[in-house]
Antibody, heavy 121, light 110 residues
């Protein structure tokens, strides 16, 4: 079964850090762009970052540049998002998602269940 | 990058058709066909319904279709069914290797 499972979310104080993980199974992880998308409580979806199959290209939404770092370990079939200098507005469910073969940076056909990050003092 | 503009709500009776719009600019929606649509039920992860403007992934009913005119993309749901009630989001590749989503449309089946 093709699956993505996120972990690592939690309650953190403003200015704090977390490392989100996404474990992939059931497909050849190293052949897909991967993306993080977040959704604040009661709000819409927001693209956060993506990473090329081999990790050689990474892109970020402006609001997280310099604070978030996306990475992957193809040997472990895992995607990561290091989130630093967290702000209240970063509070959201964070989803990892797989890019399709023909539209790897713009269409996501497999999603995880999400991990909740809450930034509060 | 600004979010794409979607109507907050849409509705239709079972069996009817409903169209949800997604308006962007000549730099995103109008620039290419990398527009996708997602369905999200409460408490669930989004599900890809349409990719590359009009392609339906395997398993998505052909009641769902996508199109575009200028800077506005549209998702049409024909033969509405109760299970189609959900939030729908469009997205578009926005250049500079960014992606932008619409604000979402809550579809109600009356």
């Amino acid at each position: 079964e093709v699956q993505l499972v996120e972990s690592g979310g939690g309650l953190v104080q403003p200015g704090g850090s977390l490392r989100l993980s996404c474990a992939a199974s059931g497909f050849t992880f190293s052949k897909h762009w991967m993306t993080w998308v977040r959704q604040a409580p009661g709000k819409g979806l927001e693209w956060v970052a993506n990473i090329k199959e081999d990790g050689s290209e990474k892109n970020y939404v402006d609001s997280v540049k310099g604070r978030f770092t996306i990475s992957r370990d193809n040997a472990k079939n895992s995607l990561y998002l290091q989130v630093n200098s967290l702000r209240a507005e970063d509070t959201a469910v964070y989803y990892c998602a797989r890019g399709t073969v023909s539209a790897p940076r713009s269409a996501f056909d497999v999603w995880g269940q999400g991990t909740m990050v809450t930034v509060s003092s | 990058q600004s979010a794409l503009t979607q109507p907050p709500s849409a509705s239709g009776s079972p069996g009817q058709s409903v169209t949800i719009s997604c308006t962007g600019t000549s730099s995103d929606v109008g620039a290419h066909n990398y527009v996708s649509w997602y369905q999200q039920h409460p408490g669930k992860a989004p599900k890809l319904m349409i990719s590359e403007l009009s392609k339906r992934p395997s398993g998505v009913p052909d009641r769902f279709s996508g199109s575009k005119s200028g800077n506005t993309a549209s998702l049409t749901v024909s033969g509405l069914q109760a299970e189609d009630e959900a939030d729908y989001y469009c997205s578009s590749f926005a250049g500079s290797n960014n992606l932008v989503f619409g604000g979402g449309t809550k579809l109600t089946v009356l």
